[in-house]
């Protein structure tokens, strides 16, 4: 397989072609750290291919990945790491009502945003009515649950919510707070970049912004200013995994996560003492179909649950795991997309009914396609659907994301095998995620959000209402009895119902192949121990330690950390 062989090329080449590449990053290192500042830790959150000043917590495409947690805190942060364990940030308590039906928190006192303003109850009231009034702000689609929200003191806010709905506390928790004296000036939210952010978080302050590298500082009034031992964030401009390994293995990045092939010879061999990782176990990659794929012919086909199923039956996951991912991700050949993260939840039912569709299978897949009508009707080598409309199409992987990209040239080459014309498209990861969000695309690959439950995953990625609304929920298979166990889940906090209804949403999701789950992803997670200390990992597993946006957690982490010996 021509592919195989130079991938194997490429890693075998790869400590060169490292070297080759630290001129495309010179610039921006050049600026990024130590800067002047002993204490500036140097991060790598997300690639871009140049900044763009967006530090609107909201936006879904083009924000600053640090805009979340470190300019705008959370009300509670829930460990994923230890059972969703509560770590309480801007609120300090909460209760539920004995019906389930109001949740209550109890706000810290003394914080003040960044501007010098007191953060007050009325800023919650705001910012969720404000998700009222500009719909495309709730992606959450809270209001669809949310009958009212109050704030009877200046440190209370009460959620009236319109039906019980367990996973409410999580939701609620997570959203960005915004200042009502800021954004009630603003015109309109939704397009409002926020170019200086007055928050609440630890790191507020824009010190320098260029395309290429932009620098984010304490916030002057930071309710938890003892426990911040880092001054700022420098946030160098990379584009790719061959560009942050080359940063990398020349110690100028503090903390980052990112795929690396043989990370032992490519980035810890480069100083053992001081290069490390920890790959914890994250959520599910898979390939998505769009059920409503502008192109007539991939759409009959998507709609087809033995062209899915043959899809799937495609996947050699584990040459996947092996060639693109180097071994760290772990196959997932649940029916269900379970994944291993979530192994005490499988529904065994499920994976005996419809487990072997998950399962590598070249032949079988044929198989499946010549008795479900799939056939090669013009001679080019490759099926058509049933009435003869072609079937070709695009599998979109985001630029830059090496594994990613590798896995998704391994899809390929497994559908072409069996006769499917598909290849791989790049676009650049912003345009990646538009394409899933506007349903601008016929497959592509994506991951899944974890959470203290398998229902964050499910519920984001399948529930009809966030369809078309986030890069995570993609496939525009709705499906009401998927929707009514989801549902069913959250209604309830007695675990052998919430069992039941995740058996449910298993069996569903088994039967129906609306996903191809490929593997469970690792949380990849890299870090220096030469300027800083305090770092999460194996023998101090505190919480989640990558710094991606949409982990919580992060904001834990960089109050953990502390400059060595006064760093440089």
């Excluded at 980035?267 to 990782?277: I, Q």
């Excluded at 899933?436 to 203290?452: K, P, R, S, V």
């Excluded at 770092?535 to 991606?548: E, G, H, I, K, L």
Aim: aromatic fraction near 12%; hydrophobic fraction near 40%.
């Amino acid at each position: 397989m021509k592919f195989f062989r130079n991938l194997a090329a490429i890693a075998a080449l790869l400590p060169a072609t490292v070297g080759a590449n630290v001129a495309g990053t010179t610039e921006a290192m050049a600026q990024a750290a130590p800067l002047d500042n002993p204490s500036t830790l140097t991060v790598v959150a997300n690639f871009s291919t140049g900044w763009v000043r967006n530090f609107n917590p909201y936006n879904e495409t083009t924000r600053l990945y640090s805009a979340r947690e470190f300019a705008y805190e959370p009300l509670i942060i829930f460990n994923t790491l230890h059972n969703g364990r509560p770590h309480y940030r801007l609120a300090t308590g909460y209760d539920f009502s004995k019906d389930l039906l109001k949740l209550t928190f109890t706000l810290r006192e003394g914080v003040l945003w960044s501007d010098g303003q007191p953060f007050t109850a009325q800023d919650v009231v705001f910012t969720y009515e404000m998700f009222k009034r500009f719909k495309a702000l709730d992606t959450l689609d809270i209001w669809e649950r949310l009958a009212a929200v109050e704030a009877p003191d200046a440190h209370t806010v009460i959620f009236t919510l319109k039906r019980v709905n367990a996973n409410s506390l999580y939701e609620l928790a997570r959203i960005p707070v915004v200042p009502r004296h800021v954004w009630s000036k603003v015109v309109d939210p939704v397009t409002f970049t926020n170019p200086d952010p007055v928050g609440t978080g630890p790191m507020t302050e824009v010190r320098r912004f260029t395309n290429q590298l932009y620098v984010q500082c304490r916030n002057p009034h930071y309710w938890d200013a003892a426990s911040l031992k880092v001054d700022c964030l420098s946030f160098p401009q990379i584009g790719n995994n061959e560009q942050l390994l080359a940063a990398a293995r020349n110690g100028k990045l503090d903390w980052f996560g990112a795929f690396m092939p043989d990370i032992e010879r490519t980035y810890v061999a480069a100083d053992p003492v001081h290069h490390r990782y920890w790959f914890p176990p994250g959520g599910t990659v898979a390939v998505n179909f769009n059920f409503d794929s502008p192109n007539p012919g991939n759409r009959a086909a998507f709609r087809n649950v033995n062209f899915r199923r043959a899809v799937s039956m495609a996947m050699d996951r584990r040459a996947i795991v092996d060639i693109a991912g180097y071994g760290y991700p772990i196959v997932n050949e649940y029916a269900s997309g379970l994944g291993r993260l979530y192994q005490d939840w499988v529904n065994q039912d499920a994976e005996r009914q419809f487990g072997r569709y998950a399962k590598y299978d070249k032949d079988g897949a044929r198989a499946l396609l010549a008795e479900s009508g799939f056939r090669d009707v013009d001679g080019d080598g490759y099926v058509d659907n049933p009435d003869g409309k072609p079937i070709r199409f695009d599998i979109l992987a985001p630029n830059g994301w090496t594994d990613w990209v590798n896995t998704t040239q391994l899809v390929v080459e497994g559908l072409n095998a069996i006769g499917i014309n598909v290849r791989v498209s790049t676009p650049e990861p912003a345009s990646w995620a538009q394409k899933l969000i506007q349903g601008d695309y016929d497959m592509a690959i994506n991951g899944y959000f974890t959470g203290e439950t398998p229902h964050r995953s499910y519920d984001t990625g399948f529930h009809s209402r966030f369809s078309g609304k986030t890069r995570t929920a993609p496939t525009r298979f709705n499906n009401p009895e998927l929707n009514a166990a989801l549902d069913a889940f959250v209604a309830t906090i007695d675990p052998d119902e919430q069992r039941r209804s995740m058996d449910k949403v298993q069996m569903i999701l088994a039967a129906n192949t609306p996903y191809v789950p490929l593997f469970s992803n690792p949380i990849w997670y890299e870090y220096n121990t030469k300027r800083f200390k305090g770092w999460f990992n194996a023998d101090n597993p505190v919480a989640r330690p990558d710094v991606f946006d949409g982990t919580p957690e992060r904001l834990l982490h960089l109050l953990a950390l502390e400059p060595v010996n006064g760093g440089g």
